[in-house]
T-cell receptor, first 112, second 114 residues
Framework: GQSLEQPSEVTAVEGAIVQINCTYQ??????LSWYQQHDGGAPTFLSY????GLEETGRFSSFLSRSDSYGYLLLQELQMKDSASYFC?????????????FGQGTELSVKP | SQTIHQWPATLVQPVGSPLSLECTVE??????LYWYRQAAGRGLQLLFY??????ISSEVPQNLSASRPQDRQFILSSKKLLLSDSGFYLC?????????????FGDGTRLSIL
């Protein structure tokens, strides 16, 4: 079957660094994405890794190890506005309309 | 620029009533379109996706159906709503093609079944 595992909750303080892990088990793999969703809002795209290694976008970085079926999202210099849910998602197939399988999400709480 | 419109934002319906949620995309052609449902505190469950007009793929057998009557219009329907249909419904689109194709979400419809 297909599954994506990520921690349900993470708490950190403002200014700190936090890492949200994601392990996946899917029948195919064509990339790992990360989305952010504030309470009651729409998910927004953060990053995408198709190849092993680290992708950096401002304060956010995302890492992928395909051999370990593992990735993480790294958030630096945490701000209160980073409090949100973060979802990892796998693109499983090449010809399936770009559909994604989402994890259950990690709720990040940033404390002052 | 591309935009996605989804309405209504909130909907309260009695059990057994029909449903029609509409989603439209502007500023792009031949997008991939998706309908998701999200239960409170949970992940996104893909319900349907479409790669073109009249082409619908169903991911989860259920009480719902989807249609794509126009290139940038995606409709989610039900003939008779169940209590279990309550949830947050999200429409999304992405460019066609391979590689990095992020999905862009509408603001969602919060559906409550009474």
């Amino acid at each position: 079957g297909q599954s994506l595992e990520q921690p349900s909750e993470v708490t950190a303080v403002e200014g700190a660094i936090v890492q949200i892990n994601c392990t996946y088990q899917t029948s195919g793999f064509y990339g790992l994405s990360w989305y952010q969703q504030h309470d009651g809002g729409a998910p927004t795209f953060l990053s995408y890794n198709a190849l092993d290694g680290l992708e950096e976008t401002g304060r956010f970085s995302s890492f992928l190890s395909r051999s370990d079926s593992y990735g993480y999202l790294l958030l630096q210099e945490l701000q209160m506005k980073d409090s949100a849910s973060y979802f990892c998602a796998v693109r499983e197939g090449y010809n399936q309309g770009g559909k994604l399988i989402f994890g259950q999400g990690t709720e990040l709480s940033v404390k002052p | 620029s591309q935009t996605i419109h989804q309405w209504p934002a909130t909907l309260v319906q009695p059990v057994g009533s029909p449903l029609s949620l509409e989603c439209t995309v502007e500023g792009t052609s031949n997008p991939n379109l998706y309908w998701y449902r999200q239960a409170a505190g949970r992940g996104l469950q893909l319900l349907f996706y479409s790669v073109g007009i009249g082409q619908i793929s169903s991911e989860v057998p259920q009480n719902l159906s989807a249609s794509r009557p126009q290139d940038r219009q995606f409709i989610l329907s039900s003939k008779k709503l169940l209590l279990s249909d309550s949830g947050f419904y999200l429409c999304a689109w992405s460019e066609t093609g391979y590689g990095t194709q992020p999905q862009h979400f509408g603001d969602g419809t919060r559906l409550s079944i009474l």
